[in-house]
């Protein structure tokens, strides 16, 4: 089947501490995402990949980081300099950038 | 700067009970109007994509317009099943690539 896997589905992390999230694709599109979710809130843009090896920051850049390395995965860093990243974090991909998204089970992010 | 605005913020309806669910919003060129339906804890699940005023879809009890300010997401004879939060979101021109989610509508549909 093809999707979007996001990994883990629960992680905790005690402050001051890096925590990366990972998303794999076989669906092979060009283009991943990265979103925020806050609760009663929509989605917030973090980074965003149209091709391998390259990426862009997106709405709330600040404290997070991304790598390209290979087209089916695009791990999330969630860095120390993050004040506040408690949150429901979400994974996208789609073919081309104009179309529709398709997003990942969500890995949900507690700071202890 | 793109922006979506959704209402009202939470839905609840009778089973049966047909409602409309408000997307407005500002672009520079809509490339794209896309909804979603996203269920407690799970990922948004694509609906429909709109591109042109006037355009209209349908899938089962739901059904997607759109104009030049707004979109509606009509929902005929809801049932329980229909319950979950929908995302509205817009792709223009000038941001290519990326999409702007409104905060979403809240259903809620009782037996």
């Known amino acids: 089947d093809g999707g979007i896997t996001q990994s883990p589905k629960y992680l905790f992390r005690k402050e001051g501490q890096n925590v990366t999230l990972s998303c794999e694709q076989n669906?092979?599109?060009?283009?991943m995402y990265w979103y925020r979710q806050d609760p009663g809130q929509g989605l917030r843009l973090i980074y965003y990949?149209?091709?391998?090896?390259?990426?862009q920051k997106g709405d709330i850049a600040e404290g997070y980081s991304v790598s390209r390395e290979k087209k089916e995965s695009f791990p999330l860093t969630v860095t120390s300099a993050q004040k506040n990243p408690t949150a429901f974090y979400l994974c996208?991909?789609?073919?081309?950038?104009?179309?529709?998204?398709?997003f990942g089970p969500g890995t949900r992010l507690t700071v202890l | 700067e793109d922006q979506v605005t959704q209402s009202p913020e939470a839905l609840r309806l009778q089973e049966g009970e047909s409602s409309s669910l408000n997307c407005s919003y500002t672009?520079?060129?809509?490339?794209?109007l896309f909804w979603y339906r996203q269920d407690p804890g799970k990922g948004p699940e694509f609906l429909f994509t709109?591109?042109?005023a006037g355009e209209e879809k349908e899938k089962e009890r739901l059904k997607a317009t759109l104009t030049k300010k707004e979109s509606f997401l009509h929902i005929t004879a809801p049932k329980p099943e229909d319950s979950a939060t929908y995302l509205c979101?817009?792709?223009?021109?000038?941001?290519?690539?990326?999409?702007?989610f409104g905060d979403g509508t809240t259903l809620t549909v009782k037996p």
């Open positions: 990949s149209q091709i391998v090896n390259d990426f």
């Open positions: 669906l092979n599109h060009d283009a």
């Open positions: 672009v520079s060129g809509l490339r794209g």
């Open positions: 709109l591109y042109s």
């Open positions: 996208a991909s789609n073919e081309r950038r104009d179309n529709e998204q398709f």
């Open positions: 979101a817009v792709q223009g021109e000038t941001n290519a690539g990326k999409s702007t």
